[in-house]
């Protein structure tokens, strides 16, 4: 009889192991889910960039890191490339980089950016054609002034950007975050990774 006792409570013991085991991967598993929600959501987001739009800085393929909290303790300045919801359809998600901030007088005359009548040097800036059109929005604008909590921005490459030339100001609230690094970048076209590109701090 207390042989059997003995092996009843051994079953008990195992059963009560394996749930045991069971609960700690499933309360691991949810409170990972959790984090990777809360880190997604408030802290650092992965994105991909599927245009041109940014070229050279920023190459089709290249998987970008965002911080989405840094505006909570600084102010966002000229020359940063963000992520936020585009204006016409907030479902998208745009990143340009940020030539104008509020109060800020802009023009471009033949594609060239003057703020407050000073022009803008621009080391980033790509123009796959030299010159421009009088009737082209892209080339000639303004001058404006930027209204309170906008900012005006643009696409590195120049003649291949739909950006707040096109469709206006960014409203400071659909801003999402600072991108900062590439962490992977694929070249489909060659079918093979940009080495040189994996690590590389985005400014």
Avoid: C
């Amino acid at each position: 009889m207390e042989k059997v006792e003995n092996i009843e409570r051994a079953s008990v013991t195992e059963q009560t192991k394996k749930k045991s085991i069971v609960r700690e991967y499933a309360e691991a598993i949810i409170i990972a889910l959790l984090l990777a929600f809360i880190i997604r959501t408030f802290v650092v987001q992965a994105f991909k960039i599927p245009s041109g739009s940014m070229i050279p800085t920023l190459q089709i393929g290249d998987h970008i890191l965002v911080n989405k909290f840094i505006y909570r303790f600084t102010d966002i300045k000229k020359g940063d490339i963000i992520v936020f919801k585009f204006p016409r359809d907030e479902s998208r998600d745009f990143i340009k980089r940020v030539i104008g901030l509020p109060g800020d007088k802009i023009e471009i005359k033949n594609k060239r950016v003057y703020i407050n009548d000073t022009l803008l040097n621009e080391s980033y800036a790509y123009h796959e054609e030299e010159g421009g059109s009088s009737y082209h929005p892209r080339d000639n604008f303004g001058p404006i002034i930027i209204p309170e909590n906008k900012f005006f921005v643009m696409g590195d490459n120049r003649e291949n950007s739909m950006d707040s030339r096109f469709w206006g100001f960014l409203d400071k609230y659909k801003v999402r975050g600072k991108a900062f690094i590439v962490y992977w970048s694929w070249d489909s076209l060659n079918f093979g990774v940009r080495w040189n590109r994996l690590g590389m701090i985005l400014k």
